[in-house]
């Protein structure tokens, strides 16, 4: 999950920054700039989800008489970002990555729904403060009269102008200057893009870059405004001295509505804005910034999305769903562990203990992989056409992996209970830690295939407990949910984390260690 939050958030960072030098390109030419950030809250939601999920059908231009070709978007990516990854292979970070993945989903519901009741519960508050305004003209205008609210725009089904009662003692000619700025945000429907963009906000809270692309998007508005507003012929500097005058009187805050009243520095900003003369070079300028802004849209669009840029592209096979019904079971992968096959219509879906499921997809009738990870399976078939089990490969490891019945699942999953249920530790598992301290890759306890792993990783695990430095102590932690033990040995410059999990003759046949 914390690969999918970075991706999301640096292409909305991409996307902001895009937009932000396309509403310098629109100053430059005095154009609109509300409609580039509305476009860039949208697009910093559809593209993260569009990119990773969509397949569309390229033609074959050198040879037109086949078929279309079904290409994944993601596949078409170039810009590759580091991004944590599942690894299928590590017991407790998959545990632990599936645990924050749900804890994440349940906070950003959470956050949804809390964003949501305070939007719910300000429009609610807003209403009740409306019972209490006074109805009323200002220049043959309808609109609704406020001790210390306004100049503004409320409400969203029917939008109403309110002001303060202090503008009712100004001169006509001022308050025709604040009608018009408030009865061109009705026009324009500004109350209701305001709206928009914060039901989009309520769908991802969690995104930074959306807030200040909001923060943006309502100064935007009022920019775009003002130019309306002195595009009908007002003039300029009385329509600044009626700014400043309205920022001299702050009125009290009233949520995310259209409003004439901002900080005394926005004022100063669209008075600026408005005195800014054409320069010499602004056309171009404003065609080089364009420029600028759609090659970084198009750098946010080409940033590959987790599960992608790390793992080797593979082409699909076309498998009959009778072929794929075959591998349906499930398969022992340790002394607890199992991988669940199951076939979601024409899906196949593959699940290893204490993890979710995740799509498996064909290179050959026998021959499935991952794309969340760099893992790919071949299903053993007999002379009969038989399943008889799965060759898992993952990160230079190799798992042979029966196919077992449902009780013998079932079975596995009870020892598997009653053994995280007790907690309690290998009766020889001091022995066995310490030959994994030790280094020692001959030991007979050892599985060929650890051994043989040890032996690979030698100098970088030499490496990382030189820096660790001598062991001081242990401390048995407890069974993982994987039924593995798990000890925190303590070195002078720090700590680490070992696992393992012994089989039936009391052989390590899985272990893990890290800082």
Not at 177 to 182: C, K, M, N, P, T
Request: hydrophobic content about 45%; charged content about 15%.
């Amino acid at each position: 999950m914390l690969a999918i939050i970075s991706y999301v958030v640096i292409v909305g960072v991409l996307l902001s920054i895009a937009a932000l030098v396309a509403e310098y390109a629109a100053k430059q030419r005095g154009t609109s700039r509300r409609w580039i950030w509305i476009t860039t809250i949208i697009a910093s939601l559809l593209l993260p989800l569009i990119i990773p999920n969509v397949t569309v059908h390229m033609p074959d231009l050198i040879k037109p008489a086949t078929s279309d070709k079904p290409v994944a978007l993601r596949d078409m990516t170039s810009v590759h970002v580091p991004l944590a990854m599942l690894d299928l292979g590590m017991p407790d970070t998959a545990a632990k990555a599936h645990w924050l993945d749900v804890l994440f989903h349940r906070l950003w519901l959470a956050i949804s729904l809390a964003v949501l009741a305070g939007l719910t519960l300000s429009g609610c508050l807003l209403y009740w403060r409306k019972r209490r305004w006074m109805q009323g003209f200002l220049c043959g205008t309808p609109l609704l009269i406020a001790p210390d609210v306004g100049p503004a725009v409320v409400g969203l089904l029917h939008p109403r102008i309110v002001v303060p009662a202090w503008l009712l003692d100004e001169s006509a000619e001022r308050q025709q200057f604040v009608l018009a700025h408030e009865q061109s945000h009705l026009d324009a429907r500004d109350p209701q893009m305001l709206t928009v963009a914060l039901c989009l906000l309520v769908v991802m809270p969690w995104n930074l870059p959306l807030w200040w692309q909001f923060h943006r998007l309502r100064r935007a508005i009022e920019v775009d405004c003002d130019a309306r507003v002195l595009r009908a012929g007002r003039d300029m500097a009385e329509y600044c001295e009626t700014l400043i005058q309205v920022g001299q009187n702050q009125s009290r805050y009233i949520g995310a509505v259209a409003a004439m009243s901002e900080s005394g520095s926005f004022l100063e900003q669209r008075i600026k804005i408005m005195l800014l003369k054409p320069r010499k070079w602004a056309r171009l300028s404003a065609l080089a910034m364009m420029g600028v802004s759609i090659a970084m849209a198009a750098f946010a669009a080409q940033v590959t999305p987790p599960g992608a840029g790390d793992v080797p592209v593979k082409h699909e096979a076309s498998v009959s769903p009778a072929v794929l019904a075959k591998y349906v079971g499930i398969y022992q992968f340790g002394p607890y562990a199992v991988m669940t096959v199951k076939l979601d219509g024409s899906q196949l879906e593959a699940q290893l203990t204490g993890q979710p499921f995740f799509p498996i997809y064909p290179s050959s009738d026998t021959a499935f992989f991952y794309k969340v990870v760099d893992a790919h399976m071949d299903f053993v078939v007999t002379a009969q056409g038989q399943v008889a089990s799965m060759e898992f490969y993952q990160n230079g490891h190799h798992v042979s992996a029966a196919r077992i019945d449902a009780a013998t699942a079932q079975r596995l999953q009870s020892t598997l209970e009653k053994r995280v249920s007790a907690q309690q530790p290998y009766p020889d598992s001091e022995q066995i830690l310490q030959i994994l301290l030790s280094g020692n890759a001959g030991s007979p306890r050892l599985s060929p295939e650890l051994a043989q792993a040890m032996r690979a990783q030698r100098s970088a695990t030499e490496a990382t407990l030189g820096k660790l430095g001598p062991i001081t102590s242990h401390e048995f932690v407890g069974v993982n949910p994987q039924g593995w033990d798990k000890y925190l040995v303590r070195h002078e410059n720090g700590t680490e984390d070992v696992s393992f999990v012994l089989d039936s003759r009391g052989i390590i046949v899985g272990a893990l260690r890290h800082e």
